[in-house]
């Protein structure tokens, strides 16, 4: 077995962890989300390491000093980190030139050829899912033999090899808490809007919707969801208990936890029966009596992707959702005591002004407990990343996702709306959502009650306050 570091590099100091992956740019609230995309393959590879960089405020020197004891890195990144990530691949590649280094994620998934022509020190990248195809590299097999990866030989040509099945027995892959439990200090991971210390797992991959912006699904993950057994997943959970019984909340990561409902509801009593405090992602059109299921085995939020108040934006993105649906389901949720973190998304193709002063209302209506607000991202791969480049809404040769300081900027402009506006939008939906007397007085209770709701309350607002500030003087 080759002795192999899987790496989340250093970057941009408050770089978001988002999404269990390296997300696209600083964030309002600095957070971190588990690195379970390197932690799931390094649970395979036995006497492995992994290092999650950002959140552990680690630098180059001690991940310098690693390597000299390696075989081989595993690296994930990302569109926009993908150039810093090159220059830690050469500087480890400098450290020990017999190192192979490969890369992992949605860029080089899409883009291998691309990838191993801009990255002279990588080896090789996977593509798809890539979990298998690092542990067979890992024991040692011939890159010629290893299906799903792009890689070069000896002579510096570079050969893509046939494509790796999807995984379909997802009770196979092992559980991540063992890694998390080994490399990572899990008080390093926080998110606003989840209780501390948390932990976030997937019990599956894949989503059936069909949101052109979407970047997993379309890339990696694929649209079918694949799950894991209620039982599996129970398993992990007693056995995170048991690892850590500081753990407050459980956060399921799927992409669409609630695709499957009989499911989502079987997974709601196996966490009843544990007692223990649980969120997940959800689509705004799961019905009042699984919610309520849900709701009395311990569910406490879901993270919800509104994008739009819109209708015809949402029919644009292939959202396959009516507002008024969404509207009924928030005020559902609302009537069960379910919290919700809404996500909502400005410089989708149809805005205009006044959509994005109707979706700031609409935000305002249905009053999820937090919300978050993002410019819209044509990463490649995607369907919008093909629409904006057919239309003309971006120059590819100059379009960026982030600036030199990695705060994320409006790539997307259409002739009756500007970047500046899309940007300047975001600022605008955070300040009428949140500077409104019901909003304030409902934030001032939750603080009154909780000295640790006061606690995290005040430090979000001055993360939120220097992020603004930053924007301003970008």
Request: glycine content about 6%; aromatic content about 10%; hydrophobic content about 40%.
């Amino acid at each position: 077995m080759m002795r192999t570091l899987f790496l989340q590099p250093p970057s941009f100091d408050g770089f978001d962890g988002g999404a269990g992956s390296r997300y696209q740019a600083k964030r309002e609230i600095r957070s971190f989300w588990f690195p379970t995309w390197l932690a799931q393959p390094a649970a395979m590879v036995e006497g492995s390491r992994l290092i999650d960089a950002p959140p552990a405020g680690i630098g180059m020197e001690p991940i310098l000093k690693d390597v000299m004891n390696r075989d081989l890195v595993v690296m994930h990144t990302s569109t926009p980190s993908f150039a810093s990530d090159v220059r830690v691949a050469q500087m480890l590649k400098d450290a020990n030139p017999k190192l192979m280094i490969g890369m992992v994620g949605a860029k080089v998934a899409v883009q291998p050829d691309e990838s191993m022509a801009k990255g002279s020190p990588i080896d090789f990248v996977a593509r798809n899912e890539f979990d298998f195809t690092i542990k067979e590299i890992a024991e040692g097999r011939d890159l010629k033999d290893v299906d799903g990866i792009t890689w070069r030989n000896k002579d510096g040509e570079i050969i893509a090899n046939r494509d790796r099945a999807m995984i379909e027995d997802m009770d196979s892959l092992p559980f991540v808490t063992e890694v998390y439990k080994r490399d990572l200090k899990i008080e390093d991971y926080f998110i606003g809007y989840l209780m501390h210390p948390y932990i976030s797992i997937y019990t599956g991959r894949g989503c059936k919707s069909r949101c052109t912006f979407c970047l997993w699904p379309q890339t990696v993950g694929g649209h079918r969801y694949r799950t894991r057994s209620p039982e599996h997943v129970a398993a992990e959970i007693r056995l995170a208990k048991q690892y850590f019984p500081q753990v407050k909340e459980f956060m399921f990561d799927d992409d669409t936890f609630t695709d499957d409902l009989p499911r989502a509801e079987a997974i709601a009593r196996e966490m009843g029966k544990l007692g223990v405090t649980w969120s997940c992602n959800a689509k705004a059109n799961v019905p009042y009596e699984t919610l309520k299921i849900m709701k009395e085995n311990g569910l406490r939020l879901l993270l919800v992707g509104y994008e739009s108040g819109n209708q015809q934006i949402l029919h644009n993105i292939k959202k396959g959702m009516r507002v008024e649906t969404a509207r009924e389901f928030t005020k559902n949720c609302h009537k069960l005591g379910i919290k919700i973190h809404g996500t909502f998304i400005v410089g989708l193709p149809g805005e205009t002004k006044e959509t994005i002063q109707e979706t700031i209302q609409f935000a305002r209506e249905i009053n999820p407990h937090t919300l978050q607000v993002s410019l819209a991202a044509p990463y490649p791969g995607t369907a919008l990343h093909k629409q904006a480049t057919e239309n003309g809404w971006f120059n590819e040769a100059e379009a960026e996702l982030i600036d030199e300081n990695g705060v994320q900027i409006a790539p997307l402009h259409y002739p009756h709306l500007s970047h500046t506006e899309i940007f300047n939008s975001v600022e605008e939906f955070y300040r009428k959502f949140y500077f409104r007397a019901p909003k304030i007085a409902s934030i001032v209770n939750e603080m009154v009650r909780s000295p640790q709701m006061m606690k995290r309350r005040l430090r979000e607002g001055v993360e939120f306050f220097q992020f603004l500030k930053g924007r301003n003087a970008a």
